[in-house]
């Protein structure tokens, strides 16, 4: 292996792939993930108010026809009312899961103890914590505890073998410190927790370690493989606690994103009529002219809602589902000429 490749092994092309610098990088990961999803919905509605203030300003919009106003709010209720048919919806899909018959319910329960017990196993202690990102500290503790071991059991290797490895592990023990910072000072209720677990690239880590068994397989001394195998077990159990956080994280997502559309829908209808009603009367608009545009661009802004809060949190949801999309070390961020373990057909043989 060439000095370049042993460098590329230590790059991560997991979940959090690529430079995370840059104002407009920062903006869109507070868009997309970072920000609460509340004032992502007031930064659509602020984007909203302007824009419509300026297009009235500038006279490229007006709200003089009764017609035209009249059907805008037709189409607000109409789509209000579609909204909350898609929120029942993704209340039923939430609802599906959580209902099941005994025998059901009973393998889930187990899988979940048998998981816990393996955690607890992994980090020796006698029984894992019961919130989700304590869970994910052990995990990662196990894993750095394992470089560890597995840096220690090569110090008297070769150096070309000493070397790739103790430079994976040195990587793996500067995520592991990083993501362990994050999770100290996060709860379960906010978002960090998750957004950290996701940009954790145990994939990468994962497929680096299996490739690196194979290639140094006779080079490497039994306690070497032993601890590289439970480095590479670690790896999994965090997987998995991972694709476990994120699924409780999700459900609770939305099933709060459907009681704010809820809340939300009924003034959004009301505000809808009441653009009607501004504008029923036969002598015209019972409101000042003057003040008639921005009364009605505020009951917009209060009949869209909904629709701000339908973007934040899907943009959320559908962002966290894309960069965990693959399991184990199946990376689709990777290019498939790149990288340092090129491998053929028939290469050990």
Same mark, same amino acid.
């Given at each position: 292996?060439?000095?370049?490749?042993?460098?590329?092994?230590?790059?991560?092309?997991?979940?959090? %792939?690529?430079? /995370?610098?840059?104002?407009?990088?920062?903006?869109?990961?507070? @868009?997309?993930?970072? *920000? *609460?999803?509340?004032?992502?919905?007031?930064?659509?509605?602020?984007?909203?108010?302007?824009?419509?203030?300026?297009?009235?300003?500038?006279?490229?919009?007006? @709200?003089?026809?009764?017609?035209?106003?009249? /059907? %805008?709010?037709?189409? &607000?209720?109409?789509? $209000?009312?579609?909204?909350?048919?898609?929120?029942?919806?993704?209340? #039923?899909?939430?609802?599906? #899961?959580? @209902?099941?018959?005994?025998?059901?319910?009973?393998?889930?329960?187990?899988?979940? &103890?048998? @998981?816990? #017990?393996?955690?607890?196993?992994?980090?020796?202690?006698?029984?894992?914590?019961?919130?989700?990102?304590?869970?994910?500290?052990?995990?990662?503790?196990?894993?750095?505890?394992?470089?560890?071991?597995?840096?220690?059991?090569?110090?008297?290797?070769?150096?070309? %073998?000493?070397?790739?490895?103790?430079?994976?592990?040195?990587?793996?023990?500067?995520?592991?410190?990083?993501?362990?910072?994050?999770?100290?000072?996060?709860?379960?209720?906010?978002?960090?927790?998750?957004?950290?677990?996701?940009?954790?690239?145990?994939?990468?880590?994962?497929?680096?370690?299996?490739?690196?068994?194979?290639?140094?397989?006779?080079?490497?001394?039994?306690?070497?493989?032993?601890?590289?195998?439970?480095?590479? *077990?670690?790896?999994?159990?965090?997987?998995?606690?991972?694709?476990?956080?994120?699924?409780?994280?999700?459900?609770?997502?939305?099933?709060?994103?459907?009681?704010?559309?809820?809340?939300?829908?009924?003034?959004?209808?009301?505000?809808?009529?009441?653009?009607?009603?501004?504008?029923?009367?036969?002598? *015209?608009?019972?409101?000042?002219?003057?003040? &008639?545009?921005?009364? %009605?661009?505020?009951?917009?802004?209060?009949?869209?809602?909904?629709?701000?809060?339908?973007?934040?949190?899907?943009?959320?949801?559908? $962002?966290? $589902? /894309? /960069?965990?999309?693959?399991?184990?070390?199946?990376?689709?961020?990777?290019?498939?000429?790149?990288?340092?373990? +090129?491998?053929?057909?028939?290469? +050990?043989?």
């Amino acid at each position: 292996m060439s000095p370049s490749e042993s460098d590329e092994t230590l790059e991560s092309f997991g979940a959090d %792939v690529g430079k /995370r610098e840059g104002t407009v990088t920062r903006v869109q990961e507070w @868009f997309l993930i970072q *920000g *609460g999803r509340l004032a992502v919905a007031a930064v659509l509605a602020l984007v909203v108010l302007v824009s419509l203030v300026a297009a009235y300003e500038l006279e490229v919009v007006a @709200f003089a026809n009764p017609n035209s106003v009249t /059907r %805008v709010a037709s189409g &607000m209720i109409a789509g $209000t009312f579609s909204l909350v048919t898609l929120v029942v919806s993704v209340n #039923q899909l939430i609802l599906s #899961q959580e @209902f099941s018959a005994a025998s059901k319910a009973r393998d889930r329960l187990d899988g979940v &103890m048998e @998981f816990r #017990q393996d955690v607890a196993e992994e980090a020796s202690v006698p029984a894992s914590p019961a919130a989700p990102t304590r869970v994910l500290e052990l995990v990662i503790e196990a894993i750095r505890h394992d470089a560890v071991e597995l840096a220690d059991a090569v110090a008297d290797h070769d150096d070309e %073998v000493r070397d790739v490895v103790v430079r994976y592990t040195n990587s793996i023990e500067q995520r592991a410190d990083r993501i362990d910072e994050t999770l100290e000072e996060t709860s379960f209720g906010t978002f960090t927790a998750v957004s950290a677990a996701i940009n954790y690239d145990e994939a990468w880590q994962l497929y680096v370690a299996t490739h690196l068994r194979g290639e140094y397989a006779d080079s490497l001394s039994s306690d070497a493989t032993e601890r590289l195998d439970e480095l590479i *077990g670690s790896l999994k159990l965090f997987n998995v606690a991972r694709e476990h956080l994120k699924t409780t994280y999700l459900q609770r997502e939305l099933t709060r994103f459907s009681q704010l559309t809820i809340y939300c829908g009924v003034p959004s209808i009301l505000s809808a009529v009441a653009i009607g009603l501004l504008y029923a009367d036969f002598t *015209g608009p019972n409101v000042n002219l003057a003040a &008639m545009p921005y009364a %009605v661009i505020v009951l917009i802004l209060i009949g869209l809602s909904p629709l701000f809060l339908l973007v934040s949190y899907i943009l959320r949801t559908a $962002t966290v $589902t /894309r /960069r965990t999309a693959s399991i184990g070390p199946m990376i689709p961020q990777k290019d498939p000429d790149e990288g340092p373990f +090129d491998v053929s057909y028939g290469e +050990d043989s």
